[in-house]
């Protein structure tokens, strides 16, 4: 991977400060503002550590509801759905690991390269996704139930309108700035 000093990227309630990115791990600092929320969804391919540094925060871990408040960790093991969600009042911010890697950190990557372009895109997160889709990275987060479908709607429109909206030409912005950064550092 390659830069060491990460932009902070966010969407709506959400900021991400990345801390560490390399083929082993992807670390960060996830602040969530009062009402903002991740639906329940899994890893495959990574187990997930959360360790809240400020307020607290409702985490729902395989239908078990349980509230974790600053200095508390809560461990997620592949495969297990859990959610994520700030009713506190307050700003929630808590430290997140994944390992092994899989591909989050090529995700955090698309989303650097996209905020390069535009740091206010309000898009800029459904264009990771799809850009990540397009270039067939793990899927490391399912999402389920009635979110899932809302997504895979959501994915298939943005598939159609892809060369209209022009988030193919992203794709391949995306993968020659990929190919130079590589180059550079052969």
Known sequence: MKATNYPEVGWMKERFQVLTLNNEICEFDWTIQHGGSVPEHL??????????????????????TMIKKAGEELFVPKMTLHSVSNKSGNVGKCRVSYLPVADQGKFFQILFFLHELNPNDKYALFKAMYISERLNYKEFSTMQG?????????????????????????????????????????
Do not use: C, P
Not at 44 to 56: A, W
């Open 43 to 64: 890893h495959k391919e990574s187990d997930e550590l959360f360790k809240v540094l400020e307020g607290e925060l409702t985490f729902s871990l395989d239908g078990k």
């Open 146 to 186: 009635s979110v899932k479908i809302i997504m895979k709607v959501m994915m298939g429109f943005f598939s159609f309108f892809a060369f209209l909206t022009g988030w193919e030409k992203l794709v391949r912005m995306y993968v020659q700035t990929e190919l130079n950064d590589s180059m550079a550092g052969a």
